[in-house]
């Protein structure tokens, strides 16, 4: 999960040509991560805005670039979930 997400953020940060084949992946896997993760609530409200990302990308021609416009909002998006579940693996570590 926190690999995919540091994936996900490095490659907007640096502008990587992206596909959305390749970024739609990482959300599965992601996805697939966070609902069997011991203790996480099955609604976190992470789930839902990767869910709502992977089904945007996954509706897309897997072989389509990323505009730079999209990557910096996933970069700050990213970065949000990665933050919150930092912080929230400290809470359930009680």
């Not at 940060?13 to 959305?20: I, Q, S, W």
């Not at 099955?42 to 416009?69: H, Q, V």
């Not at 998006?77 to 919150?84: F, K, P, Y």
């Amino acid at each position: 999960m926190i690999a995919n997400l540091k994936t996900i953020i490095d490659a907007a940060k640096l502008k990587f040509e992206v596909n959305t084949g390749a970024l739609a992946q990482l959300f599965k896997n992601t996805i697939i991560f966070l609902e069997t993760f011991p203790r996480l609530e099955s609604d976190y409200w992470i789930l839902d805005k990767i869910r709502k990302w992977k089904d945007y990308l996954s509706s897309l021609p897997p072989d389509r670039l990323i505009s730079p416009e999209e990557l910096k909002k996933l970069e700050i998006e990213a970065e949000e979930w990665l933050n919150n579940f930092r912080g929230r693996l400290k809470s359930l570590r009680v």
